[in-house]
């Protein structure tokens, strides 16, 4: 009995100290407006998780996927005021300040291993000091969100002129749709909730967007045709609130910022395996196909000039002297 007595002691009070752990374990909440399937979600959940192995037991990290606390925008103004921990997000940083607008321009980088040469050359630590200093906001890591292709109902894109007359449902203002013009397609706006709907039914042809933007709407069932055409690269940004980062200690706060920069390989491995699966699941039903891109740099090359008028093309420089090394 005495045995007994002194295990069920011993037992509660191991009980008692992991509650009184998990009551001192700080919660921070990673906010996004893109759903489960995307990388940012994966990377979300890597981070959380490599915290916890620098610092056990000091932080409870929540992920909220799919715009559960809010849209891009709303997200960007909560993490600005402090409302909330953290949130990863991708294109409503770059509303941030029109330089950061480099990431719009069309057909800016060959592949992945450009964009790495790019940022490892100066272009990451440049966009995280503009980001910090237009932005009231802590920049723990950038990311990736990735390319933006087409899919479409009618035939495969493989030259601008294969865009001709089609209805393209397209995300982003009026420099991304005058883009698609200059190439004789249709820009339409249709929401993405129904987006599927509106291939099934005709009223668009077809559609832009990310990989997983596709694969989670299941658009490839009613779109015969993926194309490559990798026209857009967008980073994804994970962004800490000023405040909340004001108030770690010294040790946590480092230990953020280094994860934040450690995970950045294995994040951008993640993020292309996450692509190369949902293209052989959704290459079952539909025909993928890569495109001629140095045919579509020539046709958007104008494109630039405003850009470099207004903003300068020191940004440019890093992607233009990585291009080909």
Excluded: C
């Amino acid at each position: 009995m005495k045995l007994f007595t002194r295990t069920a002691v011993a037992v509660l009070a191991v009980a008692a100290t992991a509650s009184a752990a998990w009551a001192d374990a700080r919660e921070v909440r990673i906010a996004s407006h893109v759903s489960e399937f995307s990388p940012l979600h994966a990377q979300s959940k890597l981070f959380a998780e490599e915290i916890e192995n620098r610092l056990p037991g000091q932080f409870v990290f929540k992920l909220y996927p799919s715009g559960q606390l809010g849209k891009e925008k709303d997200l960007m103004a909560n993490v600005q005021a402090g409302a909330i921990e953290m949130i990863n997000v991708a294109s409503g940083v770059m509303k941030l300040d029109k330089k950061l607008g480099v990431f719009d321009l069309p057909w800016l980088f060959y592949n992945r291993e450009h964009i790495r040469r790019a940022m490892a050359a100066g272009l990451e630590d440049a966009v995280r000091s503009r980001i910090e200093e237009v932005g009231n906001v802590k920049v723990i890591g950038v990311y990736e969100n990735g390319f933006r292709h087409v899919l479409n109902t009618q035939r495969p894109i493989v030259e601008p002129f294969d865009l001709e007359g089609l209805k393209i449902r397209i995300s982003g203002g009026k420099f991304r749709q005058g883009v698609f013009q200059q190439m004789g397609a249709q820009p339409q706006s249709v929401s993405w909730g129904e987006t599927f709907t509106a291939l099934q039914s005709g009223v668009v042809d077809g559609a832009e967007a990310a990989i997983y933007g596709f694969y989670e709407q299941k658009q490839y069932e009613v779109a015969k045709y993926l194309s490559l055409t990798s026209h857009v690269y967008t980073p994804s940004f994970l962004l800490a609130s000023t405040r909340f980062m004001d108030s770690l200690t010294d040790e946590q706060r480092t230990v953020f910022t280094e994860v934040g920069r450690a995970i950045t390989d294995h994040a951008y491995k993640i993020s292309e395996e996450l692509e190369q699966k949902y293209i052989g699941e959704m290459n079952v039903q539909t025909e993928v196909n890569a495109v001629d891109l140095e045919k579509f740099q020539a046709a958007t090359a104008k494109s630039y000039d405003a850009y470099i008028e207004s903003q300068g093309d020191d940004y440019l420089k890093f992607v233009r002297e990585t291009a080909k090394k």
